[in-house]
């Protein structure tokens, strides 16, 4: 029996640390690369970067985003055996107390990161997911809808 859509999902997610996130600058597509952490109820995504970034600029101007987070080893086989997962949503830069607690799952999962998240110019943000595009097996893509 094969793995639903959410559980497959959920494995990619847990598994990776970065994502692509795609914005808009000025009405183009503009892509960058994020460490990202995503909830276990797969509603919301965490990613940071720094007040001084494009990337910033972008999410303040414009918050619908899109990650694009996969398993690709750039091999041969991951035209058959990659996944990857779009997600669709709008991110918003996260303050006080609710920064803070989202900083602790943000920091617990990148503790690498230590030294970037104590800047101040670190930022945090967090995507409402609204949509997630599950590709397998190069072509075969399933949609999951998350709540309102």
Known sequence: ?????????????????????????????????VAFVAAEDLEHILLATARYTRKYTNLKANPHVSLLIDNRENLDTDFHAGMAVTALGRAEELQGEE???NLKIYQDHHPYLEEFVKSPSFSLFRVKVQTYYLVTEFQNVTSLKMGS
Request: zero cysteines; proline letters at 8%.
């Open 1 to 33: 029996m094969k793995p639903s859509p959410e559980r497959l999902i959920r494995r990619l997610l847990q598994s990776q640390k970065l994502a692509v996130l795609g914005t808009h600058e000025k009405g183009l597509p503009y892509a960058n690369l």
């Open 99 to 101: 920064r803070n607690r």
